[in-house]
Nanobody, 123 residues
Framework: QVQLVESGGGLVQAGGSLGLSCAASGRAFSFYAMGWFRQAPGKERDLVAAISWSGITYYVDSVKGRFTISRDNAKNTVYLQMNSLKPEDTAVYYC?????????????????WGQGTQVTVSS
């Protein structure tokens, strides 16, 4: 198993930037593909971005060109850099992990979750 702890959320004005981190402990971090999900009030939790152990990335269309996911396997950490933030990016952001390296967009395969961190973008 792997344990995940997110950090870096907060309040930012529209157009601003924010960086999230997710520290992993437990089984070897590099075994896992990692994803960032978000859940806005009254909405489902959706995948935003994901990265395989080798650095292959996936982004949902709404964040392409604005968000960047990266990972440092030596530090057991995955990051989400969010630029040009919009009020509709407001949500609780979750870090998640899955064993399967292919098909990063398959949300149902993510088995391990962090507790979430709030991101609020004011207009």
């Amino acid at each position: 198993q792997v344990q995940l702890v997110e950090s870096g959320g907060g309040l930012v004005q529209a157009g601003g930037s924010l960086g999230l981190s997710c520290a992993a402990s437990g089984r070897a971090f590099s075994f896992y593909a990692m994803g960032w999900f978000r859940q806005a009030p009254g909405k489902e939790r959706d995948l935003v971005a994901a990265i395989s152990w080798s650095g292959i990335t996936y982004y949902v269309d709404s964040v392409k060109g604005r968000f960047t996911i990266s990972r440092d396997n030596a530090k057991n950490t995955v990051y989400l850099q969010m630029n040009s933030l919009k009020p509709e990016d407001t949500a609780v952001y979750y870090c998640a992990a899955k064993i399967q390296q292919a098909n990063l967009e398959r949300s149902g395969e993510y088995a391990y979750w962090g507790q979430g961190t709030q991101v609020t973008v004011s207009s």
